[in-house]
């Protein structure tokens, strides 16, 4: 009953400036919260960012300063803007959502992932 949409990925040269998207099934107001993790090649899946219902957001250490997380209710959609990237950004974006089901179980949903890759 929930899908999440990424889109926005590309290819960027280092120093650029990228907004990813995603698009949830229903209000992000419905989940406690919901972030971003990346995942690059021979590496575990790391959080990147995270907002949570009252709005509250936190950041790897790795990414503070230079990306931001927000969110349009109105569009049921959350972005993630990243500035002055760096190769070692290069990574699949997943979008995620944590919330509980009709029998308030918690639950983790995710995207399928848009690739983001950092090079000149």
């Known amino acids: 009953q929930v899908q999440l949409v990424e889109s926005g990925g590309s290819l960027v040269q280092p120093g650029g400036s990228l907004r990813l998207s995603c698009a949830a099934s229903?209000?992000?107001?419905?989940?406690?919260?919901m972030g971003w993790y990346r995942q690059a090649p021979g590496k575990e899946r790391e959080s990147v960012a995270s907002?949570?219902?009252?709005?509250?957001?936190n950041y790897a250490d790795s990414v503070k300063g230079r990306f931001t997380i927000s969110r349009d209710d109105a569009k049921n959609t959350v972005y993630l803007q990243m500035n002055s990237l760096k190769p070692e950004d290069t990574a699949v974006y997943y979008c995620?959502?944590?919330?509980?089901?009709?029998?308030?179980?918690?639950?983790?949903?995710w995207g399928q992932g848009t690739q983001v890759t950092v090079s000149s």
């Open positions: 995620n959502a944590r919330g509980r089901d009709s029998v308030y179980t918690l639950r983790n949903y």
């Open positions: 229903r209000s992000p107001l419905s989940f406690n919260a």
């Open positions: 907002i949570t219902t009252g709005g509250t957001t």
